[in-house]
């Protein structure tokens, strides 16, 4: 899942403002890649997109990351000690904690910077944004604390949503952060580009989803089925009946594909709305009139 956020100045100035978005993604590398695209769009269009780093285990970048919080602790650091002895799970909620037991090193990290576009790449670990309040938490302490305007951008593997029951699986986890989180939120479909062309059309029937072919779908015959049928009925009427969930394609290698996301997200958060009005004065040449009328 990824965070937008648009932080304005502490001050009445419209000019001061920052966008930060913060992310969190199902998938272990979408969110790295995710965050490597924005970059090099922006550099592209001659803007600057800064990356932190929230994900404790991450490995490997080929971006600078602006804050990175292994400079904090790392994710080793809780599985080793001797006294936590956590897993790679636990360790990863611990680390999430630890850092919002100090928010003064994220504020201090973060330091001034104005005017740009900051992406927040966070753990893929789901637990922390469908029930736990660790990441509502830093939520707060972007918005309250640091003065951010925040969107979330949840982040889900395609290729895992090429059947009924898996897509009614992730819309239900979508539905979940949407509702812990309590945020703008969008989500987006990653690694368009890899499906098969068979399973990409298979795929166009869910982004706008008929309920009742879902449910087809789901049913198979099978004793499971059956069984929870009227479950699967229920869930089916919450999505057709609210439209709560919805989800875009992201296809990295489509710059306007890509273009279009954007701009979906700023006008989530405003970006760009408090920006000064840029005028420009033209010298016209006299006309003229040759003297008649």
Partial sequence: MKFVGLKTGIQATVSQHKLQVFQWTSDLHSGSTYCSTIVQHAAVNRKTVDVVNLD??????????????????????????????FGPNGGLVFCMEYLMENPDWLEEQLGDVD???????????IELYTHMTVMRQLVELLQQRLNFRVCGVFLVDSQFMVD????????????????????????????????????????????????????????????????????????????????????YPLNIKDEENVTDLLLMIDNMI??????????CDFDYEDRDDGGDG
């Fill in 56 to 85: 404790p285990a991450a490995e490997y970048f080929d971006y600078q990351p602006l804050v990175d919080i292994r400079e904090l602790i790392h994710l080793d650091d809780a599985m080793d000690d001797a006294d936590l002895k």
């Fill in 115 to 125: 005017d740009d576009y900051v992406l927040f790449d966070c753990p893929g670990q």
């Fill in 164 to 247: 009924g029951a898996k897509f009614l699986s992730g819309t239900m986890a979508a539905l979940s952060v949407m509702v812990n989180l309590e945020l703008p939120h969008i989500n987006i479909l990653t690694k368009m580009d890899l499906l098969s062309k068979s399973a990409r059309n298979q795929l166009d029937r869910y982004l706008e989803p008929d309920p009742h072919s879902l449910l087809g779908d789901v049913q198979t015959g099978s004793k499971w089925s059956e069984k929870y049928h009227h479950l699967t009925e229920a869930i089916g009427r919450l999505i057709e009946d609210y439209s709560l969930v919805r989800f």
């Fill in 270 to 279: 405003q970006y760009g709305e408090e920006a000064d009005v840029k005028t």
